[in-house]
T-cell receptor, first 119, second 118 residues
């Protein structure tokens, strides 16, 4: 069974500073995908970044980067130059199944981290 | 890009009412859709996998008779909360796998439905 753990219920950061949100995972699969989503108070899920288990380089998307340490089974999200609009709940998630399978796209989510950016 | 439309966005109704939530893929076909439930400031918990043309697969602990799922077509899945009670109040969100699209985005989410049972 897959498991995702986010140990930080809440994080605070000063505007323009960088912040790291932690995520560890556990799986017996060799092929898997790791994702980060942002959920503002309005509720929609906003996809931020993806890291494949076979990707050798850390994923980056604008101000978001994923610090992927496969041996440690961690996939921490780094947000650089925090903005007030970054205040939201952040979820780490793992994809289950292979492309074409009926469970493809099914995600297991971590507990989430509420990020608050202070001016 | 691909979009999933979820309707209604908010429902407030009396206890005992049945509530139907629709999840529609707008420009792609979705043979599978997922339904999640989320309590305030908690994680998304998968309730069931909706399969077009066959029965839904429910996660352990989810009452099939309480949460009826119908995948009527390749673009529409519905979740009906039958005889809803206050404890069913929650945020329900659907998603559809992005098969054939960018592998970086495994699924597209609807915007969710906030259900409040009085």
């Amino acid at each position: 069974a897959q498991k995702i753990t986010q140990t930080q219920p809440g994080m605070f950061v000063q505007e323009k500073e960088a912040v790291t949100l932690d995520c560890t995972y556990d799986t017996s699969d060799q092929s898997y995908g790791l994702f980060w989503y942002k959920q503002p108070s309005s509720g929609e899920m906003i996809f931020l970044i993806y890291q494949g288990s076979y990707d050798e380089q850390n994923a980056t998307e604008g101000r978001y980067s994923l610090n992927f340490q496969k041996a440690r089974k961690s996939a921490n999200l780094v947000i650089s130059a925090s903005q007030l609009g970054d205040s939201a709940m952040y979820f780490c998630a793992m994809r289950e199944g292979k492309s074409g399978g009926t469970s493809y796209g099914k995600l297991t989510f971590g507990q989430g981290t509420i990020l608050t950016v202070h001016p | 890009g691909a979009v999933v439309s979820q309707h209604p966005s908010r429902v407030i109704c009396k206890s005992g009412t049945s509530v139907k939530i629709e999840c529609r893929s707008l420009d792609f076909q979705a043979t599978t859709m997922f339904w999640y439930r989320q309590f305030p400031k908690q994680s998304l918990m998968l309730m069931a996998t909706s399969n077009e043309g066959s029965k839904a697969t429910y996660e352990q602990g989810v009452e099939k008779d309480k949460f009826l799922i119908n995948h009527a077509s390749l673009t529409l899945s519905t979740l009906t909360v039958t005889s809803a009670h206050p404890e069913d109040s929650s945020f329900y969100i659907c998603s559809a796998p992005n098969i054939g699209g960018s592998s970086n985005q495994p699924q597209h989410f609807g915007d969710g439905t906030r259900l409040s049972i009085l």
